[in-house]
């Protein structure tokens, strides 16, 4: 037997303020979505926005259903219109900010597996990282330089 031991490293910036100013303006556009959110279900706002290569920010929220599994997290909407509308942009860089109407979410939350997955097949796309900063409500903001580093063993084309 052989024992492998994976790891992430992640920074953590004690507030928006630390952040550079051009990331702190992409997460000011990510909380700007999450006010849009439709959640009437959960009361969990979720907000992303993608910086593309083409200096180009696309911003969206997650959309419940009253279908659960058709609604579809916020990281999702806004990577598939990314997708969809610049085919041939990379995405650089995005920002993720969630809250709760049941409670203050002050620690950072990450993409949940369905949307690292999502997001990892165009990081393989455009052979680049995307880095990675999220946030709950307010307080601390997390960045990861890239979504295989908070998704280490990916499933991708090779595989299949």
Do not use: W
Not at 14 to 38: C, G, H, T
Not at 83 to 111: H, N, Q, V, W
């Amino acid at each position: 037997m052989t024992e492998v031991n994976i790891s992430c490293v992640i920074q953590v910036f004690d507030n928006l303020d630390e952040l550079d100013p051009d990331v702190k303006d992409l997460m000011q556009n990510a909380i700007a979505a999450r006010d849009m959110a439709y959640a009437p279900y959960s009361n969990f706002k979720v907000g992303a926005a993608l910086l593309l290569d083409n200096g180009e920010v696309i911003s969206g929220s997650n959309q419940e259903n009253a279908s659960y599994p058709s609604g579809l997290c916020a990281e999702r909407t806004v990577i598939y219109y990314a997708g969809a509308k610049y085919p041939k942009s990379k995405f650089l860089r995005m920002a993720i900010t969630a809250a709760s109407k049941k409670g203050t979410t002050l620690e950072p939350i990450p993409p949940c597996g369905a949307c690292r997955q999502a997001i990892v097949e165009y990081e393989i796309k455009q052979h680049k990282p995307i880095e990675l900063y999220f946030m709950g409500a307010s307080g601390k903001v997390m960045k990861s330089n890239s979504v295989a580093n908070l998704l280490p063993l990916v499933f991708d084309k090779s595989v299949l």
